[in-house]
C-alpha cells in the first residue's frame, strides 16, 4: 500500500517560473516530511524538510507547506532554473517507526 | 567529508548467482538502510540496521536476500540466486539514528545498479 503519493509523474516549468510538485499522504499519523531531489545515476540528495507542528519552510529557492488536515504538501521552487531538474521525491516518517515511506516520484523540467 | 559510498556502481549477474552490495555510511553515522527502487516505483524500505543488529527487516523479502554490517567494515546486502526480477536500483542511506524517537535525515550513496540476465 502506498502511503505516500506523488500523482503527477512529471512536471514542466519554464525557467524563472514557479515549480509547484505535489504530495499526499494516508496515515495521519506520520509528523515529519522530507523532499529529496534525485539526478540521473545518482542517490538522492536531501533537499528541505517540514515537522508537522509547522505549515511552512523556507530555505532560499525553496519553501514547502504542509496541509494536515488534507494531508497534503507541496513544494514550491521559485525562480525555477535548469539545474533544478531532477526527480523529486518526498517522503514522511513518524515517531516510534524506523521506516521512510516514499513517494514515486515527480521529473521536473526545467525549460530554459 | 566522504558521503555514503556504495560498490560496484553497476552489478550484472546471471540467473542463479549471487550478488553482493557493498554500502559505507558516512562518517560519524552508525545507521544504515537498504532501499530498492524498480523502474517506474519509488524506493520501497528494505531493512534497517545498526552496527552488527538488524533493527527492521519487515521490507526485505523472506528468501534469498540478507543483510548484515559488521562491527567492521561496510554493510553488505546480499541477494542469493538471483531471478531476473531482482533488476534495480539499490539504494543505501546511512543517519545518526534517532532523534526524540524521530529517525533523523537519511543521506543517500549513489546506489548499485544490478542487472539480471
Known amino acids: 500500500d502506498q502511503q505516500v503519493k506523488q500523482n503527477s509523474p512529471s512536471l514542466s516549468v519554464q525557467e524563472g517560473r514557479i515549480s509547484i510538485l505535489n504530495c499526499d499522504y494516508t496515515?495521519?499519523?506520520?509528523?515529519?516530511f522530507l523532499w529529496y531531489k534525485k539526478y540521473p545515476a545518482e542517490g538522492p540528495t536531501f533537499l528541505i524538510s517540514?515537522?508537522?507542528?509547522?505549515d511552512k519552510n523556507e530555505d532560499g529557492r525553496f519553501t514547502v507547506f504542509l496541509n494536515k488536515s488534507a494531508k497534503h504538501l507541496s513544494l514550491h521552487i521559485v525562480p525555477s532554473q535548469p539545474g533544478d531538474s531532477a526527480v523529486y521525491f518526498c517522503?514522511?516518517?513518524?515517531?516510534?517507526?524506523?521506516?521512510?515511506?516514499f513517494g514515486t516520484g515527480t521529473s521536473l523540467t526545467v525549460i530554459p | 567529508n566522504a558521503g555514503v559510498m556504495q560498490n560496484p556502481r553497476h552489478l550484472v549477474r546471471r540467473r542463479g548467482q549471487e550478488a553482493r552490495l557493498r554500502c559505507s555510511p558516512m562518517k560519524g553515522h552508525s545507521h544504515v538502510y537498504w532501499y530498492r527502487q524498480l523502474p517506474e516505483e519509488g524506493l520501497k524500505f528494505m531493512v534497517y540496521?545498526?552496527?552488527?543488529?538488524?533493527?527492521?527487516e519487515s521490507g526485505m523479502p523472506k528468501e534469498r536476500f540478507s543483510a548484515e554490517f559488521p562491527k567492521e567494515g561496510p554493510s553488505i546486502l546480499r541477494i542469493q540466486q538471483v531471478v531476473r526480477g531482482d533488476s534495480a536500483a539499490y539504494f543505501c542511506?546511512?543517519?545518526?539514528?534517532?532523534?526524540?524517537?524521530?529517525?533523523?535525515?537519511?543521506?543517500f550513496g549513489p546506489g548499485t545498479r544490478l542487472l539480471v540476465l
Open positions: 517540514i515537522s508537522s507542528i509547522k
Open positions: 540496521l545498526q552496527k552488527e543488529n538488524i533493527i527492521d
Open positions: 517522503a514522511a516518517i513518524r515517531r516510534g517507526n524506523n521506516q521512510f515511506y
Open positions: 496515515n495521519s499519523m506520520f509528523d515529519y
Open positions: 542511506a546511512s543517519s545518526r539514528g534517532t532523534s526524540g524517537g524521530r529517525q533523523e535525515t537519511q543521506y
